[in-house]
């Protein structure tokens, strides 16, 4: 019955001293496994500063160029700060030719009141530049309008900035462009110009490294440029410095016929996707024109986005863009009347507008992008304005309010929007301009412009209240890599 | 004439039989002996009654000084000769034996020369016999006992000149009595030491002669001298030497010289102290000083003694300055310790060397060597041993292939990139950079640079002051030297040398090595270096050691800790880590040696401590030596946790380390070495739970080499003796397994090796020059520091970094010197505030900051550019480079909005810094064996 002690005492050491050193071993491995799973899970220590904060943008310059409009044109400027939540109406605006600004009088609008320059100054100006600082620079946006026989051109005044990008412009002899480039700037600029036609880029001669003088502005024509071009891109890039630049069009359907005018929309790079808005209501025809400033070429899909949903134009459902050419494309019959907008998609950047011809005017549908807070647009009298919105794949609703000249507000909607459906609002007689604001969805759009006088549209501009810093971050020592 | 022997003794019962013995045995035998025994507790008193009868012996008190038992003796030989008899006194020691002929030899040379008074034998080491101790004595300034010897020397004859001397020993010393008793005998005030040549200096001042007569020889055991005779009187004999000889100083030198021997023997006292603190003889120091104290707090003694020798001198104090040492002695002294330490510490090593060499050839001395045998050369040549050694033939290819991987990176200009910035033009420039406490950089900083720019400092010092090729030895000799130092430390954890081979050589050459060296990381490639034998004195930490070998170890882990911590901050993190687990998992009795080493380093690392320990946040804790190069860490997934590839760029293959992880995986298995494979994988498992804490936007670089390192260490403690375990069990699933983690193991090394050579150095390290800004803008910061350069790098989106650029630009050491972000807060808005919407104030204030360029490097930011472009108070200037882009400022540049430098503990800290390395130094160095 009695089992000898010693024999039990052996044969329960041993296994005990293995189990031991086997548990310990089993529970590192563990703990390794756990430790190496868990790698990375904590939190990043950056002491980066900014970043994500928004600024209230104090200073604010436009610039408002000036071609040479045909006889009768009537030339009004308009400028104010857009009505936001919160933001009062400290400080100023002034207006002048950009040696002059320094001294020009100092305007102290309301907020959402819209100031007129002197009449005539916007005429006689090559450049005319707004500058606000305070308060109002937060907002700040300026359209200029020409109206005249037969023609109509509204225009955003944009800021000065390095990167332009005009699609549809020609130098032949019923269309003709002209490219001015303005510096706002105390500093000289220098900027590249490239055009391309249809057969390629274009090789011209004297258009790189051209030097825009402080506070002044050149003029290049495109005939000089690139003779004889039909349907060119033009890129002008500012490798010192910054400018406004703009394309101003003539554009006669018929030789010898009135020619009609318009500011060719910008576009400020080239882009996968494209998204044209603003198409008049009814036209005689559409051309879609599309450079490839790649060296690839672009299959670009097109799509129409009409009133009641998006399509593929089985006609012109792709268009094929040599590298570095341009590529007109009639698309009259895939766009349906009513409020249309066409978006491109490419797998290699590219530039884009539809032309779109009506009586003897001309409009150019420019490149939009989603809106990401609200925009505005001027509504000159004597155009008939049309809002027209596009939603995005999950459709989407925005807000529409039109102020008058004084900032009161005359008007207002709710636009909801199918997916891929164009919807259109036109605001009261007395609208002087309109705030669009997206509440859901993505939503881009442009407002069309129709009138005795002709055709015109212009993108919304989004109302910039506030910039976001760039993280800055103090360093003894960087990499010499 | 007569010769009275007179034998003072005091517990001499071991070497009296042998003095008496020699006493009886003489030639020529005193007239008298008398012997006085000052309170012996021995059997010393019977010895001397047994051998001179009892009325021959007197006994003395127990605290009765030699010269006051010498007087006791003295006195009883009231009936002397007659007044023109002399008479002759021989003093002995208990532990002195006169050779049979000494007296007759002292009174020959006594007989030749009349005028001498004193005359003292040669002393012989006892019981050796044949080491000379002394041919009378003198004293140097430093009041240093000099016998013009050198230790231990044989007696060949070769001092054998009967000359004058200040003074002989008292063992031995022949002495005409009334002169003895003209001067007053020995000073009461020395009781043991010194009196011998105090005397002898005495004697000279009045007028006599003291010879030193080689023919005659005393053994001495020096019995008190060596301390292996304690009495009352002598107490510390150290203390007791020490005073006699600063009293001895005082009290004979000339008056003229005496506030300069004050001075100099004060000074000089507290300079040996703390040499003796130095050599971790902290009691023999503080016997210096109190002895120090003891002579100058008694002034009234020396004011006596003074006044005595005025009254015996008859001739002037320069005619015996023959007789004193030379005044260059001392620093002779000096030269010849240095010199004997640092040929000590290289004996040592090679002794240390040769000794693991015969061990490991197996050729331990069993007996008696043939004298044939012992003619030998005893040791291989350095060409036979390169030539037959594994270990030298696999570490002779290292460094051959550290040349050729090192091939892409040869050339002019300098080691930079990744996160190496390019060193300084000299080392010199780290000593300032680290010693002043306000740096000139960018818009100045009180920023404490880091501590790793002191060890950058001293070895840079130590290469002529190249700092370029310190830089260049690390990086380019990384790999070998870091094999080599692990090879060192497993074959002392292994005890076998192809498993510590394999280790070495997988440890050089792990991946996360290779994209350090690849990114420029130094922090990593220095603690790559350091590793090895941090954790090498960390072996010795643990209880299984004696308590002083752990005390020792405590200090060299903590001084090599601080040192990798210095590169590697969060290697101290680690450590502490380690040291809780290791308390935990191994209790020991006593937990003190490894508090410490972990407690230490912040103190050694001083006023960089204060800075890390005050700043909120991990960061200070995960930045390493160098750049973060935050650009060049990638997403790190567990494979690369595991496979220890920290990064995408410049690293090598992770599959390289493949076999490294099997074989520790593998070596948990093997039961019988499982308790020494546990502790390498703990190490592991901690280095992996660190890994996991650490946010992945920091370089992971040394905590995955530790984990790395650590497996290396587990695989080889299992590797060893595998071969003879597979082969020696009966066949059945080990052998093949083994096999197979075996051949895994050692392609890891191998193909890592493949990998070096044909890939070697790739980058972002390069050599470059080191120029980053245009040349004319570095000219004009450097004529001017106001005229500098506000660097802009970066854009919008992934934020832009700024720095102010004077002089010579960022060099290896200014990426330490970052003020606190909040110090910059008004440069950072303005910059800011430049890349946004430039007004011309901006422009303005930029000026206030010393700022005369902006340059954006390529590729410059384009709205930054237009920005600038677009402000007025700027003009372009030459970028130089295509995608730069450079303005001047029209302003005048001014240090206005500079601040100041401000008051700063740096200094303090760094002496308490310096205080504290060289007690650890001190502490950690072997113990020192007090020769006498």
């Not at chain 2, 010393?173 to 003895?180: A, E, K, N, S």
């Not at chain 2, 020396?302 to 007789?323: I, M």
Request: aromatic fraction near 6%; charged fraction near 20%.
């Amino acid at each position: 019955m009695t089992v000898p002690r010693s024999g039990r005492r052996v044969a329960d050491r041993t296994p005990r001293q293995v189990a031991g050193g086997t548990v310990a071993a089993a529970v590192l491995v563990a703990v390794a496994v756990v430790a190496v799973l868990l790698t990375g899970s904590a939190a990043p220590d950056d002491d980066r500063s900014g970043g994500t904060e928004g600024v209230l943008v104090d200073h604010a310059l436009d610039g408002c160029l000036r071609a040479d409009p045909p006889r009768g044109t009537r030339t009004s400027v308009v400028t104010g700060a857009a009505p936001v939540r919160g933001l009062g109406s400290g400080g100023s605006i002034r207006f002048g030719e950009p040696g002059e600004l320094a001294g020009a009088e100092e305007r102290t609008p309301a907020r959402g009141e819209l100031v007129v320059p002197d009449p005539g100054r916007g005429e006689t100006a090559d450049v005319l530049a707004v500058e606000a600082t305070g308060e109002l620079a937060a907002g700040l946006f300026t359209f200029r309008s020409d109206t005249g026989d037969g023609t109509a051109a509204v225009a955003r005044c944009d800021s000065p900035r390095a990167q332009w990008w005009f699609t549809g412009a020609a130098a032949t002899l019923t269309h003709t462009s002209e490219l001015v480039v303005a510096n706002l700037d105390p500093g000289a600029a220098v900027v590249d110009v490239r055009v391309l036609g249809p057969e390629g880029e274009v090789e011209t001669l004297g258009t790189r490294g051209i030097t825009v003088p402080p506070l002044s502005s050149t003029v290049l024509e495109l005939t000089e440029l690139a003779p004889q071009g039909e349907d060119l891109a033009v890129n002008v890039v500012a490798s010192r410095g910054r400018v406004v630049a703009g394309l101003s069009d003539s554009y006669a359907p018929e030789f010898g016929s009135e020619p009609g005018t318009e500011w060719l929309p910008d576009q400020a790079s080239a882009s996968r996707v494209v998204r044209l808005a603003g198409l008049p209501r009814r036209a005689d025809e559409h051309v879609l024109v599309v450079a490839n400033p790649s060296g690839r070429e672009a299959l670009v899909a097109v799509e129409v986005s009409g009133e009641s949903g998006s399509f593929t134009p089985t006609d012109v459902a792709q268009v094929r863009v040599p590298p570095g050419a341009v590529v007109s494309t009639p698309v009259t019959e895939a766009v349906p009347g009513g409020a249309a907008a066409v978006t491109l998609r490419s797998p290699v950047p590219v530039t884009a507008t539809v032309r779109s011809t009506a009586g003897g005017d001309t409009s150019y549908a420019g490149s939009v992008r989603a809106l990401a807070g609200p925009a505005v647009a001027a509504v000159p009298d004597r155009l008939r304005s049309s809002v027209q919105l596009t939603g995005g794949e999950q459709g989407g609703t925005a807000g529409i309010v039109a102020y008058d000249a004084a900032g009161a507000q005359v008007g207002a909607t709710t636009l909801r929007l199918d997916p891929g459906a164009t919807n259109a609002w036109s605001p009261a007689g007395r609208a002087a301009y309109v705030v669009v604001e997206p509440r859901e969805g993505r939503v881009h759009g442009a407002v069309a412009y129709a009138g005795d006088a002709g055709l015109s549209q212009v993108s919304l501009r989004p109302v910039l209240v506030r910039v976001t810093r760039p993280a800055v971050r103090p360093v003894v020592a960087q990499s010499a890599s | 004439m007569t010769v009275t022997a007179l034998l003072v003794s005091h517990d001499g019962a071991r070497w009296l039989p042998a003095v008496l013995d020699g006493l009886q045995a003489q030639t020529r035998p005193p007239e008298r002996v008398v012997a006085v025994d000052t309170g012996s507790t021995d059997a010393s008193v019977d010895l001397l009654t047994d051998r001179l009868g009892t009325d021959a012996v007197l006994r003395a008190g127990t605290t009765s000084s030699y010269g006051a038992a010498v007087r006791l003796g003295l006195d009883q030989l009231v009936d002397g000769p007659p007044a023109d008899h002399v008479e002759w006194v021989w003093l002995l020691h208990d532990d002195s034996a006169p050779a049979p002929d000494a007296l007759e030899r002292l009174l020959e040379a006594a007989a030749q020369a009349p005028s001498a008074s004193v005359l003292g034998p040669k002393t012989r080491e006892w019981p050796s016999l044949r080491r000379l101790l002394e041919l009378g004595v003198t004293i140097s300034g430093t009041g240093r006992r000099e016998t013009g010897l050198e230790r231990g020397e044989y007696d060949q004859g070769q001092h054998d000149r009967t000359r004058d001397v200040l003074a002989v020993n008292t063992a031995g010393m022949l002495v005409r009595r009334d002169v003895f008793d003209q001067l007053g005998g020995f000073d009461p005030r020395l009781p043991v030491f010194g009196n011998d040549i105090d005397f002898g200096w005495r004697a000279a001042r009045a007028g006599h002669r003291t010879l030193v007569v080689p023919d005659a020889v005393v053994f001495h055991v020096e019995a008190a001298h060596r301390g292996v005779r304690r009495t009352p009187l002598t107490g510390s004999h150290r203390r007791s030497e020490r005073r006699a000889a600063l009293y001895t100083l005082l009290v004979n030198g000339s008056l003229v010289a005496l506030p300069f021997h004050l001075v100099r023997l004060f000074l000089g006292s507290l300079v040996r102290a703390a040499g003796l603190l130095l050599v971790r003889a902290p009691r023999e120091a503080y016997d210096e000083v109190v002895a120090l104290l003891a002579t100058y707090l008694r002034p009234d003694r020396v004011v006596t003694g003074r006044l005595e020798r005025r009254r015996t001198a008859t001739v002037p104090p320069r005619a015996v300055r023959h007789l004193l040492a030379p005044p260059w002695l001392p620093y002779r002294h000096g030269l010849d310790f240095v010199t004997d330490v640092a040929s000590a510490v290289g004996h040592q090593a090679g002794e240390l060397s040769s000794a693991r060499r015969s061990r490991r050839g197996g050729t331990l001395e069993t007996g008696p060597v043939p004298a044939e045998a012992q003619n030998l050369p005893d040791d291989q040549g350095l060409i036979a041993r390169l030539l037959t050694s594994p270990t030298a033939a696999v570490f002779g290819l290292l460094v051959v292939l550290a040349l050729v991987g090192a091939r892409g990176v040869l050339g002019a200009g300098q080691l930079s990139g990744g996160a190496l910035l390019p060193a300084p033009g000299s080392a010199l420039a780290w000593w300032e950079v680290y010693l002043e406490s306000w740096h000139e950089v960018g818009v100045g900083s009180a920023a404490p640079a880091a501590p790793y720019l002191l060890p950058l400092a001293v070895a840079g010092t130590l290469l002529l002051a190249k700092a370029w090729l310190l830089v260049d030895l690390l990086f380019l000799l990384v790999v070998p030297v870091a094999a080599f130092g692990g090879y060192r430390f497993l074959l002392r954890v292994t005890g076998a040398r192809f498993p510590a081979l394999w280790g070495a050589v997988a440890y050089g050459l792990v991946p996360v090595l290779a994209g350090s060296v690849n990114q420029g990381r130094l922090g990593t490639v220095v603690a790559a270096l350091c590793l090895p034998w941090l954790a090498h004195s960390a072996l010795f930490l643990s209880g299984s050691h004696p308590t002083d070998r752990r005390w020792r170890a405590a200090w060299r882990t903590a001084l090599w800790l601080a040192l990798v911590t210095a590169f590697v901050p969060i290697a101290w993190v680690l450590a502490a880590a380690l040291a809780l687990v290791a308390l935990v998992a191994r209790p020991v009795r006593n937990h003190a040696p490894t508090a410490v080493t972990v407690a230490a380093v912040p103190v050694l690392l001083l006023p960089w401590t204060v800075q890390i320990f005050g700043r909120p946040g991990g960061l200070p804790w995960l930045a390493e030596a160098g750049l973060p190069a935050v650009d060049l860490l990638g997403r790190i997934g567990p494979w690369d946790v595991v496979l220890g590839r920290p990064v995408q760029i410049g690293a090598a293959p992770g599959w390289i380390s493949a076999g490294i992880v099997l074989a520790a995986l593998a070596a948990l298995l093997r039961r019988d070495t499982r308790s020494r494979v546990l502790p390498a994988w703990t190490v592991l498992v901690v280095g992996l739970v660190v890994v996991a804490l650490v946010p992945e936007t920091v370089w992971l670089g040394f905590l995955l080499l530790v984990v790395q390192a650590a497996g290396i260490c587990a695989a080889a403690t299992a590797g060893s003796g595998v071969g003879a375990m597979i082969s020696g069990t009966s066949f059945g699933w080990r052998q093949p397994v083994g096999l197979l983690v075996v051949a895994a193991a050692l392609l890891s090394p191998v193909a890592g090796l493949v990998w070096w050579a044909m890939e070697g150095v790739s980058g972002p390290l390069d050599r470059r020059p080191v120029q980053t800004v245009p040349t004319y803008m570095a000219e004009a910061a450097r004529a001017d520091p106001d005229h500098g350069t506000l660097v802009v790098r970066g854009d919008r989106r992934a934020g832009l970094e700024y720095l102010v650029r004077r002089g010579d630009g960022q060099r290896l050491g200014d990426d330490t010197l970052a003020p606190a972000p909040e110090a910059q807060r008004e440069l950072t808005d303005l910059v800011g505030r430049l890349a946004t919407a430039a007004q011309p104030e901006d422009i303005e204030t930029l000026s206030r900051y010393g700022v005369a360029y902006v340059y954006a490097p390529p590729p410059a930011d384009v709205v930054l550019s237009g920005n600038l472009d677009s402000v007025s108070g700027l003009a372009p200037a030459s970028a130089v480079r295509p995608g730069a882009r450079a303005w001047q400022l029209d302003a005048e540049p001014s240090d206005d909005a500079l601040p100041s430098p401000a008051e700063s503990l740096r200094p303090w800290l760094l002496a308490a810094q310096l205080v504290a390395v060289v007690v650890a130094a001190v502490l950690a160095a072997p113990s020192r064996r007090v020769r006498r």
